[in-house]
T-cell receptor
Framework: DAKTTQPPSMDCAEGRAANLPCNHS???????VYWYRQIHSQGPQYIIH???NNETNEMASLIITEDRKSSTLILPHATLRDTAVYYC?????????????FGEGTQLTVNP | EAQVTQNPRYLITVTGKKLTVTCSQN?????MSWYRQDPGLGLRQIYY???????DKGDVPEGYKVSRKEKRNFPLILESPSPNQTSLYFC????????????FGPGTRLTVL
């Protein structure tokens, strides 16, 4: 899996958009970008994933640059409950299993 | 409710005393796996299973065993726990041929004295 680089921490005001960046400059053409988050030692929670097109769901939006070397997760209206560690993961969708290689992620703190 | 459950949630034990952490999912997922999470090391995969009676090693399998006799259950067995297995453990499950969104259990915090 391609290595990812994320800032260790970020702050965001409640109600504002939180934009979490991720660099994955060595990504290959068949590797997907996944985002998970982990709230205070709970089980990681899937947020969104994409290959090369921007994606949006009820939780967030994922913007992937045209060269696919970086992406941004956008939480449009952050709430206090969005305070968590956010993991950007790049992996190949394969038939031999679903290994997710988690890095250290970004600690997002949403402030009132 | 679709979920992955783990038991126990917290366990303190002593070196060498065999223990089992259970994991069960109600989503009819073929794929299940175990991770451990340690400070500074992130989540690392221990074992995974692609279906009943099919298991394979992940990144850190030493000291662990698993079994998959039924589709819904994937217990993690520590035959002779040691202090370096003190960790936070997560079970996860997913469909096999989908884009592999994994659903994680709530975690088991294990302390081996």
């Amino acid at each position: 899996d391609a290595k990812t680089t994320q800032p260790p921490s970020m702050d965001c005001a409640e109600g504002r958009a939180a934009n979490l960046p991720c660099n994955h400059s060595t990504i290959s053409g068949n590797e997907y970008v996944y985002w998970y988050r982990q709230i205070h030692s709970q089980g990681p929670q899937y947020i969104i994933h994409g290959l090369k097109n921007n994606e949006t769901n009820e939780m967030a939006s994922l913007i992937i640059t045209e060269d696919r070397k970086s992406s941004t997760l956008i939480l449009p209206h952050a709430t206090l409950r969005d305070t968590a560690v956010y993991y950007c993961i790049v992996r190949v969708v394969e038939t031999s299993g679903s290994r997710l290689t988690f890095g250290e992620g970004t600690q997002l703190t949403v402030n009132p | 409710e679709a979920q992955v459950t783990q038991n126990p949630r917290y366990l303190i034990t002593v070196t060498g005393k065999k223990l089992t952490v259970t994991c069960s999912q109600n989503m009819n997922h073929e794929y299940m796996s175990w991770y451990r999470q340690d400070p500074g090391l992130g989540l690392r995969q221990i074992y995974y299973s692609m279906n009943v009676e099919v298991t394979d090693k992940g990144d850190v399998p030493e000291g662990y065993k698993v079994s998959r006799k039924e589709k819904r259950n994937f217990p993690l067995i520590l035959e002779s726990p040691s202090p370096n297995q003190t960790s936070l453990y997560f079970c996860a499950s997913s469909l096999w041929r989908s884009t592999d969104t994994q659903y994680f259990g709530p975690g088991t915090r294990l302390t081996v004295l």
